[in-house]
T-cell receptor, first 118, second 114 residues
Framework: GAVVSQHPSWVICKSGTSVKIECRSLDFQATTMFWYRQFPKQSLMLMATSNEGSKATYEQGVEKDKFLINHASLTLSTLTVTSAHPEDSSFYIC??????????????FGPGTRLTVL | GENVEQHPSTLSVQEGDSAVIKCTYSDSASNYFPWYKQELGKRPQLIIDIRSNVGEKKDQRIAVTLNKTAKHFSLHITETQPEDSAVYFCAASRGTGGYNKLIFGAGTRLAVHP
């Protein structure tokens, strides 16, 4: 149990375009989802916390108008990188927490999405 | 602000030796401390966690210790194997962990040589 998926696993796009990444909890209801960004050989940096049905809470320094987060259902959250630029190239990982999972007081991570902006 | 420091950044051991990674946190309200293992290009995987009401927890070759007074916790891996080679991250969180944000350490790259 406690499986989290992400789609796509990798994406290449041109500078100026927008990219949407999906994060799904497959076997539990995720009341809270988190979005992280990880640059090569660095740690996971939390971008925002998303609760189902409410607006996301962004970490300091993360532009909410550039990284749009929607958590419309208990199994799906999306991150849209708007007007992507090469400096947005990174590994984006989501995690989820929710009821109905053994050890619900921990986070389960998705496999990540590698974004490359040309 | 909240901060988690992790040492060392790299660790190289011979197969069969023990490995120890240490973390220090700044937020005294933290009470949940998970450790994650991440292989290249893959998701972080929870390997062990500890809560503030416990001083030590063990799972086969892996153990974690917590000193709340000193605000530090450590990961101990015994009888290391080449497949233990990966990047290990410690983290700290308030509350019970699942619904509260995790603050990650910088990571330790562990290399186990046959």
């Amino acid at each position: 149990g406690a499986v989290v998926s992400q789609h796509p696993s990798w994406v290449i796009c041109k500078s100026g375009t927008s990219v949407k990444i999906e994060c799904r909890s497959l076997d539990f209801q995720a009341t809270t989802m988190f979005w992280y960004r990880q640059f090569p050989k660095q740690s996971l940096m939390l971008m925002a916390t998303s609760n189902e049905g409410s607006k996301a809470t962004y970490e300091q320094g993360v532009e909410k108008d550039k990284f749009l987060i929607n958590h419309a259902s208990l199994t799906l959250s999306t991150l849209t990188v708007t007007s992507a630029h090469p400096e947005d190239s990174s590994f984006y990982i989501c995690s989820a927490a929710g009821e109905g999972v053994a050890g619900a007081d921990t986070q389960y991570f998705g496999p990540g999405t590698r974004l490359t902006v040309l | 602000g909240e901060n988690v420091e992790q040492h060392p950044s790299t660790l190289s051991v011979q197969e069969g030796d023990s490995a120890v990674i240490k973390c220090t946190y700044s937020d005294s309200a933290s009470n949940y401390f998970p450790w994650y293992k991440q292989e290249l290009g893959k998701r972080p995987q929870l390997i062990i966690d500890i809560r503030s009401n416990v001083g030590e927890k063990k799972d086969q070759r892996i153990a974690v210790t917590l000193n709340k007074t000193a605000k530090h916790f450590s990961l101990h891996i015994t009888e290391t194997q080449p497949e233990d080679s990966a990047v290990y991250f410690c983290a700290a969180s308030r509350g019970t962990g699942g619904y509260n944000k995790l603050i990650f350490g910088a990571g330790t790259r562990l290399a186990v040589h046959p």
